[in-house]
C-alpha cells in the first residue's frame, strides 16, 4: 500500500493566519482526499482531490475556506485560510477507495488555533 | 451523512484483561466494514475490512465480527497489552463514500 508523508505534524496558530498542510505519496494515484477530526467527532471529509481538476467539496465546506491544490499525481496541499479556534482539529490526508481496500492516511496534522 | 456509532468512547483496562467495543451502523447500502487502529502521533493503520454478514477476521490477539442484518461490528482484544493502547475507528463503507465512527480510545494499564 501506499505511504503517505504528512507535514507539518502539528502547529499553533494565531487566529486570523493561513496554515498549508502538505501531503506527499510514494506513488502515484488518482484520488487524494482530505478529512478534519474536531474533538469529540467523527474523521469527516472535507474534499477530494484530482489531478488536474478542482477539487470537490463536501456539503459545509468550502473552497475559500479549505483551498486545496493538487499539482501532481503524488502531491497536494491544504490550506486552512482565516482561522479561527472552532479550526482547531486532526487534518488528515489519505488516498485509497471505499471500496475493499479502504484508505491508507497520513500520519496527522494536529493543528490548535488560539 | 450516515450515523456511525462506536461505544464506548473510551476504556481503560488493567494488562491481561480482554475486552470489547461496538460498533454500529446503517443496515442498509452496507458495501464493508473497516476497523482501524489510531495511535497518537501515527497514521490510522488498517485492522480489517468485512464484507459478508458473519464474517469472523482476525490479527494475533485482535478480533472482529459483522452483522451486517442488524448493523454491528465487533472488535475484540484478547490479553490486552499496553502497545494496544490506541483509538479504535470503525468506518462504514458504501462503495463509494466512507462514514468513519467517533471511535474508542483504549488505554491498557501496566
Redesign the interface.
Known amino acids: 500500500?501506499a505511504v503517505?508523508s504528512q507535514k507539518p505534524?502539528r502547529d499553533i496558530c494565531q487566529r486570523g493566519t493561513s496554515l498549508t498542510i502538505q501531503c506527499q505519496v510514494d506513488s502515484q494515484v488518482t484520488m487524494m482526499f482530505w478529512y478534519r477530526q474536531q474533538p469529540?467527532?467523527?474523521?469527516?471529509?472535507i474534499a477530494t482531490a484530482n489531478q488536474g481538476s478542482e477539487a470537490t467539496y463536501e456539503s459545509g465546506f468550502v473552497i475559500d475556506k479549505f483551498p486545496i491544490s493538487r499539482p501532481n499525481l503524488t502531491f497536494s496541499t491544504l490550506t486552512v485560510s482565516n482561522m479561527s479556534p472552532e479550526d482547531s482539529s486532526i487534518y488528515?490526508c489519505s488516498v485509497g477507495t471505499?471500496?475493499?481496500?479502504?484508505?491508507?492516511?497520513?500520519?496527522?496534522t494536529?493543528l490548535t488555533v488560539v | 451523512i450516515l450515523n456511525?456509532e462506536q461505544s464506548p468512547q473510551s476504556l481503560h483496562v488493567q494488562e491481561g484483561d480482554s475486552t470489547n467495543f461496538t460498533c454500529s451502523f446503517p443496515s442498509s447500502n452496507f458495501?464493508?466494514l473497516?476497523w482501524y487502529r489510531w495511535e497518537t502521533?501515527?497514521?490510522?493503520e488498517?485492522l480489517f475490512?468485512m464484507?459478508l454478514n458473519g464474517d469472523e477476521k482476525k490479527k494475533g490477539r485482535i478480533s472482529a465480527t459483522l452483522n451486517t442484518k442488524e448493523g454491528y461490528s465487533y472488535l475484540y482484544i484478547k490479553g490486552s497489552q499496553p502497545e494496544d493502547s490506541a483509538t479504535y475507528?470503525c468506518?462504514f463503507?458504501?462503495?463509494?463514500?466512507?462514514?468513519?465512527?467517533?471511535?474508542t480510545s483504549l488505554t491498557v494499564i501496566p
Open positions: 500500500s503517505i505534524s469529540g467527532q467523527s474523521l469527516t471529509l488528515l471505499a471500496a475493499n481496500y479502504g484508505y491508507t492516511f497520513g500520519s496527522g494536529r | 456511525v458495501y464493508a473497516h502521533a501515527k497514521s490510522p488498517a475490512v464484507t475507528l468506518a463503507s458504501t462503495g463509494n463514500q466512507f462514514y468513519f465512527g467517533t471511535g
